[in-house]
């Protein structure tokens, strides 16, 4: 028999950057998890069929956190004044050194899938940490809470502190075993390969798992040129290559396949290979200016043909809710505006809103619209407590406002894959 769900209500998604399309007291129709429609009346052959009724709440697609780590769920909201290299030596490297132990990542490996399922993330890309073994719990875990997407064991073999430093054959040797026992273990949650970022690889370890990627058919996800010290360690030890993409593709590892957080200081060149290579950047824009980053040309990658998506990059971030990301998106690309001289464009609402659905969904498949042919991840937003009575509120305006103002407590329905979760 085939699974026929249907949800009413006013339904809102954003098939195109340039605007949300609305349904008032629509039904969104899917079978199997393939979206039919979305209809103002119920097409005749689906009478009969249960229908849920939403009310007046809107529903919108799932959201995609395409950069999150999932053991900086500990220290989450704390060492926020720092910027980057000092943050990740005092705060990153001794939290994650932890997640050798099972009992440790057990807690708030469970505390950080529970986040992200209760604030509607539908499918994200995790970075654990060096251990396989608790990876692989994380893994388990994310599948139990109905989070899907991708989720890497760590790689990091130089520059790192002893305790959190991997030899550089084990690294691979790891990688691998990871990978054999992990590949098609679940259904919504996959393995993807995850050099932590240049400086802590070594050109052996960033070969390896290029290769290894290849060989198992799996994504590779790593962080770009997201600081001036970060990209001053690469230059001194690559001096042939003077970007970090660069660096990357000699390696193999810039493919329609590869999601890289940041790139805030792209050059000219960098930004075309990462075009034309088809990698999504996970823009982050809460962590940006959290450890003192900078403001990435997101107009400008958008101009280009440059896939995008949005991540809320904990703890570089505070909050797992993507609407802060999408928030900030527009916020932080306004502050680039004024000091371009009024030169690179601010984002728009809608284009925001893109970005967090559909602008990363299609790094997991066919998601983050409700265009027929899609699978169907779904929230359903109650948005009652954002406006007085008396307001009288279109549905784009209703959703602005969710973007801006709404939280966990807003979300009162979730589905991934065509399915309640
Ligand atoms: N670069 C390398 N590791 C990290 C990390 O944990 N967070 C951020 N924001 N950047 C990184
Ligand atoms: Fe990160």
């Given at each position: 028999m085939k699974k026929v769900v249907i949800l009413k209500g006013n339904i809102v998604h954003t098939p195109e950057p340039k605007g949300f399309q609305c349904v008032k007291n629509g039904y969104l129709v899917a079978v199997d998890n393939e979206i039919q429609g979305i209809y103002q009346e119920l097409p005749k052959e689906y009478g009969g069929q249960p229908v849920t009724d939403w009310g007046d709440a809107l529903i919108m697609p799932g959201m995609y956190d395409?950069?999150?780590?999932?053991?900086?769920?500990?220290?989450?909201?704390?060492?926020?004044?720092?910027?980057?290299?000092?943050?990740?030596?005092?705060?990153?490297?001794?939290?994650?050194?932890?997640?050798?132990d099972p009992e440790y990542?057990?807690?708030?490996?469970?505390?950080?899938?529970?986040?992200?399922?209760?604030?509607?993330?539908?499918r994200a890309v995790v970075f654990s940490t060096i251990h396989w073994e608790t990876t692989e719990l994380l893994m388990d875990i994310l599948e139990e809470e109905k989070v899907g997407g991708f989720a890497?064991?760590?790689?990091?073999d130089t520059l790192s502190p002893d305790f959190l430093c991997e030899d550089t054959e084990q690294s691979i040797k790891d990688t691998r075993h990871w990978l054999e026992r992990n590949i098609n273990k679940r259904k919504l949650v996959k393995p993807a390969v995850t050099p932590r970022f240049i400086p802590t690889c070594t050109a052996e370890v960033l070969k390896g798992?290029?290769?290894?990627?290849?060989?198992f058919g799996v994504p590779v996800h790593s962080?770009?040129?997201?600081?001036?010290?970060?990209?001053?360690?690469?230059?001194?030890?690559?001096?042939?290559?003077?970007?970090?993409?660069?660096?990357?593709?000699?390696?193999g590892l810039l493919t329609d396949h590869t999601v890289m957080a940041h790139f805030i200081y792209p050059n000219e060149q960098e930004l075309k290979l990462v075009r034309d290579r088809g990698v999504t950047i996970a823009h982050c824009p809460q962590s940006n200016g959290n450890v003192a980053a900078g403001i990435p040309p997101i107009r400008r990658m958008l101009e280009m043909g440059i896939k995008v998506g949005l991540g809320s990059d904990i703890a570089g971030g505070y909050s797992p809710c993507l609407f802060r990301a999408m928030s900030e998106a527009v916020y932080l690309s306004k502050l680039?505006?004024?000091?371009?001289?009024?030169?690179d464009d601010f984002l728009t609402?809608?284009?925001?809103?893109?970005?967090?659905?559909?602008?990363g969904g299609q790094f997991f498949g066919k998601l983050g619209s409700f265009e027929a042919g899609n699978e169907l991840d779904a929230l359903v937003i109650d948005d009652g407590s954002l406006s007085v009575e008396l307001d009288e509120l279109t549905l784009e305006q209703?959703?602005?406002?969710?973007?801006?103002?709404?939280?966990?407590?807003?979300?009162?329905?979730?589905?991934?894959?065509?399915?309640?979760a």
């Open positions: 395409m950069h999150v780590h999932a053991p900086q769920y500990v220290y989450r909201g704390l060492g926020l004044d720092m910027q980057l290299m000092d943050w990740l030596n005092t705060y990153a490297f001794p939290t994650e050194a932890r997640f050798k990542a057990k807690v708030y490996y469970r505390a950080f899938a529970q986040a992200l399922k209760k604030n509607g993330t539908a890497g064991k760590i790689n990091m798992v290029g290769e290894l990627a290849k060989e962080h770009i040129s997201e600081d001036i010290g970060e990209m001053e360690i690469v230059r001194g030890r690559y001096p042939e290559y003077d970007n970090d993409g660069a660096v990357y593709d000699h390696f680039r505006w004024l000091q371009s001289g009024k030169e609402i809608p284009e925001a809103f893109y970005l967090g659905t559909k602008g209703r959703m602005e406002r969710v973007i801006h103002l709404a939280d966990d407590r807003n979300i009162i329905g979730r589905y991934v894959a065509g399915e309640k």
